[in-house]
């Protein structure tokens, strides 16, 4: 971060609350230029609302927003004029083509890309006639982007973009948020997958229960909240067979825990999850351990940290509601 | 100019908005129905049914022969003979007006005194029996006939039908569309460009008008064609009364959808504001006829004023100026929804 040079986006002691809840409970936050920033975090965790803020669509009921160096209160038109918009949900009207929606967009803002140019850039030239109650869903989601694309923006807002897409269509839209990112814009994103952050983004701030709970790199957040690989397993009893429910044998954890290197545990799921430091070292005392108080393994891998894991230390909640 | 980009239509904000909604509109084929095909279905129908018919044959019926023949003889009247019960299962069924008996020297007539028709048909029945027992007019009297156009019903119903269309078309046309914006978070994603607010119900208002010159001309021009319907006013006052009707119902329209978030809330006060009006504002029969008790009520509702105005200038070539009072009500109409509407408006 360059210093003195105008942030893209300046937070602090953002708060917000809805009827029965603090959706955003004290929130500061700083965007670099040409940064992808994540915003991370489970349902509910606060980031559409904390986005939302920053749109000027909703009220903060305390703290201050900073964008390009300008605020809402004064410089609302300058600013709609600079950013670029894609909520978490929304529908266009299905009996407009791809192209007559462009064009709409197109001409609120006093400049920009052609709408030839915010097709070809969501790859939807094949659909540029078709109606958008015949979209797919990922159409529809490229669609959405390349109306936050046309006014030529400095900086873009996106609410899980690839929410409910499936694999294929996620990647075709990292490829469009890649070349955003190749263009140099800011971009703010939201999500709650962690590869599609690790993917993404430069920088990611975890968020639960309306507060950032870790900020850094995905790398950074990785080494410094867990360095250590993870390792699963589960077990049966020696004699019985597999698949005993929840009368499953009964792990000494205490004894597991004792073992050099093994950091935390946690079981999941009837899956129990080790963060072990030397993984060569304590993987064949974890055998040892397990077999002698006569458990068999039924599963058994390792794998270094995610952001997932990250998220699991720090909440102790999986990131996802089952 | 310094302006990169060319100003154009097609660079245009309102333009586009515009544009689209009239697009989105006439890719609506249901609505299509409602607005262009529905009313001239209904003129058609009602003006089939009270069509004037020439001369009218009145069904009758009487219990003896001679009274049949009496009744015959009369060109007003078809009689038929048949017993007391089987004329009074016709009188129920109304495939006779009026059954005459014979009660001793007398006749006794049996219909229905609210009935116009069986009125008539009793002094027709009256004369024909008297007529033939030998009664002698003492006046002469001839008959000179007029079917003048203005005074049929079809007449006075064909600006009665364009006002109900008028304000169900502005009404449904806003109604509808804005909540299901709001619904499915288009709204949202509008405010959150840097499209001016206003232009987005400058474009439903605009597009508003450019389908009333359809709508009014298809309609107009049917009645005109099929109907002879007369226009004796001054076409361009018509106009402009047409427009300030679809403003009012597009502000009213407007005002009923600045907060409702689903369909069935909007529709539910769509109709709870258009039904009365249906019932009470004389688009099928003169609002006069309401109890007195009730006429300020009735007088001030924006259809009424509406339909007294065009009625105004259609049937008896009525000046705009001397139709202030209606167009006064019509602008409060507008101008009041429409400024409670802008304040109360919700755009998500
Ligand atoms: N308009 C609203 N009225 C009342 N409560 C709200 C409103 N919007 C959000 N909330 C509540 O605020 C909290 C945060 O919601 P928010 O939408 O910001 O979460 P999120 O992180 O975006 O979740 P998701 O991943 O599901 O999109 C939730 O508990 C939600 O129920
Ligand atoms: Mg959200």
């Known amino acids: 971060m360059q210093a003195g040079a105008v942030p893209a986006l300046r937070i602090r002691g953002l708060r917000k609350a809805f009827v029965d809840v603090q959706a955003v409970n004290g929130i500061d936050l700083e965007v670099a230029k040409g940064e992808c920033f994540g915003l991370l975090g489970p349902n509910g965790a606060g980031k559409t609302t904390t986005i939302e803020i920053c749109e000027g669509l909703t009220d903060a009921d305390e703290g201050t927003v900073e964008l390009l160096g300008r605020n809402w209160k004064t410089g609302a038109d300058e600013l709609r004029q600079q950013i670029g918009i894609q909520l978490q949900e929304t529908q266009f009207p299905d009996k407009l083509t791809v192209e007559e929606t462009l064009r709409l967009f197109r001409s609120f803002y006093r400049s920009g890309i052609t709408v030839d140019e915010s097709i ?29 694309l046309v006014g030529d923006p400095e900086l873009l807002f996106l609410d899980e973009p690839t929410t409910g897409l499936d694999p294929q269509a996620r990647r075709h839209l990292w490829d469009l948020v890649e070349e955003m990112k ?141 | 100019m310094s302006n990169p980009k060319k100003m154009s239509l097609e660079t245009s904000s309102l333009f586009q908005l515009t544009a689209t909604r009239l697009k989105l509109t006439l890719r609506e084929p249901e609505a299509m129905f409602w607005i262009f095909a529905f009313p001239i279905l209904l003129a058609l129908g009602l003006g089939i049914a009270f069509r004037n018919r020439p001369a009218d044959v009145l069904p009758v019926g009487a219990t003896t022969p001679q009274l049949t023949q009496a009744l015959a003889a009369d060109k007003g009247l078809n009689a038929t003979k048949m017993d007391e019960s089987a004329g009074t299962h016709a009188l129920a069924v109304g495939t006779i007006l009026l059954l005459a008996e014979q009660r001793g020297d007398g006749v006794v007539y049996r219909y ?30 001839e008959n000179e006939l007029i079917h003048e156009t203005g005074s049929r019903y079809i007449d006075f119903l064909i600006p009665g039908l364009l006002g109900m269309n008028l304000m169900g078309s502005a009404m449904w046309g806003l109604g509808f569309s804005i909540v299901e914006g709001r619904q499915k978070k288009l709204l949202k994603r509008m405010v959150a460009s840097p499209m001016p607010r206003w232009q987005y119900l400058a474009g439903y208002l605009l597009s508003r008008l450019v389908m009333l010159v359809i709508e009014v001309v298809v309609f107009l021009g049917f009645a005109r064609l099929v109907f002879g319907v007369p226009f004796r006013g001054p076409l361009w006052q018509l106009a402009l009364l047409c427009v300030l009707v679809s403003l009012v119902f597009s502000a009213l329209g407007l005002l009923v959808a600045s907060r409702a978030t689903t369909i069935e809330t909007v529709s539910g006060l769509m109709n709870l504001v258009m039904l009365p009006m249906w019932i009470l504002s004389g688009g099928f029969f003169s609002a006069s006829r309401f109890p007195a008790i009730l006429q300020p009520f009735v007088r001030a509702l924006p259809l009424t004023a509406a339909i007294d105005a065009m009625r105004g200038n259609m049937l008896q070539g009525v000046q705009l100026s001397q139709l202030m009072l209606q167009v006064g009500i019509l602008l409060a109409w507008f101008a009041v929804p429409f400024a409670v509407s802008l304040r109360i408006f919700r755009w998500r």
């Open chain 1, 182 to 322: 190749r263009e140099g814009r800011t971009i703010i994103l939201t999500t709650h997958y962690m590869d599609e952050a690790e993917q993404l983004c430069d920088r990611v701030a975890i968020m639960d229960h309306g507060k950032v709970i870790a900020l850094d790199t995905p790398k950074e957040l990785i080494a410094t909240v867990c360095s250590e690989d993870i390792v699963e397993f589960a077990v049966s009893g020696s004699q019985v067979p597999k698949c005993e429910g929840p009368g499953a044998p009964k792990v000494d954890v205490e004894a597991l825990k004792k073992i050099p290197g093994v950091q935390s545990h946690r079981v999941d799921d009837g899956v129990h999850q080790l963060s072990v430091s030397e993984l060569h070292t304590a993987v064949p005392r974890i055998f040892a351990a397990l077999e002698e108080q006569g458990l068999h393994l039924s599963e058994f891998r390792t794998h270094s940290a995610t952001l997932e894991d990250v998220f699991v230390r720090l909440t102790g909640r999986n990131l996802r509601d089952e």
């Open chain 2, 112 to 141: 229905d005194n609210t009935n116009p028709d069986a009125r008539t048909a009793r002094m027709i029945a009256d004369r024909a029996i008297e007529v033939a027992a030998g009664r002698k007019d003492v006046v002469t009297a």
């Open chain 1, 120 to 148: 070809k850039l969501a790859q939807l030239e094949e659909k540029r006639r078709s109606r958008i109650g015949g979209l797919s869903g990922g159409q529809k989601q490229r669609l959405a982007m390349a109306t936050a």
